[in-house]
T-cell receptor, first 109, second 117 residues
């Protein structure tokens, strides 16, 4: 079983739509949680950290449920530029980040 | 954010040759370096972790004699793929972590796309 599981998609949505991605993780020692964005043939880039209280950054809202070991990302008012692969990422602290395989989003005009 | 360079960005080589990939942290000191590889439509998989001046620790299934890692300074780490084969074709990404106390942030190089013919 993968340590971080994500629906690979693709999610094809029209501009302006709201889309949600989910992720589950199996390592209960995970302490930090993130969403990264990866464009084709590029390195991953930090989109936002995820906190238990939930956090929002503009059109992006992230939620963490430690009891269920579940992380979500909501994107409102999708833009064409949001098209990318979204990676769910966990960390136990001192060790390297653990990546999910990503959920591909394609926003269409 | 921190600046990390990786060279070369893309390399095509013949089977059996060795390829060296350099990763530099340009504006901070990386006490720890992680090397990942990513196959198409797959997640980034950690290959090894190295601390400056120490031998690298390899993940299960990664051959240390095939993927040589050198982390001789706080700003430079290299990964050498020895006797490369087509199955080694992948996207290799370095990820330095700052040695600043209290900082666990990982940065990422732009990656090296290796194609072995």
């Amino acid at each position: 079983r993968k340590e971080v599981e994500q629906d690979p998609g693709p999610f094809n949505v029209p501009e302006g739509a709201t889309v949600a991605f989910n992720c589950t993780y199996s390592n209960s020692a995970s302490q930090s949680f993130f969403w990264y964005r990866q464009d084709c043939r590029k390195e991953p880039k930090l989109l936002m950290s995820v906190y238990s209280s939930g956090n929002e950054d503009g059109r992006f809202t992230a939620q963490l449920n430690r009891a269920s070991q579940y992380i979500s990302l909501l994107i409102r008012d999708s833009k064409l530029s949001d098209s990318a692969t979204y990676l769910c990422v966990t960390s136990t602290g001192r060790r390297a980040l653990t990546f999910g395989s990503g959920t591909r989003l394609q926003v269409q005009p | 954010g921190a600046v990390v360079s990786q060279h070369p960005s893309r390399v095509i080589c013949k089977s059996g040759t060795s390829v060296k990939i350099e990763c530099r942290s340009l504006d901070f000191q990386a006490t720890t370096m992680f090397w990942y590889r990513q196959f198409p439509k797959k997640s980034l998989m950690l290959m090894a972790t190295s601390n400056e001046g120490s031998k690298a620790t390899y993940e299960q299934g990664v051959e240390k004699d095939k993927f040589l890692i050198n982390h001789a300074s706080l700003t430079l780490s290299t990964l050498t793929v020895t006797s490369a084969h087509p199955e080694d074709s992948s996207f290799y990404i370095c990820s330095p972590r700052s040695g600043t106390p209290g900082s666990n942030e990982q940065f990422f190089g732009p990656g090296t796309r290796l194609t072995v013919l």
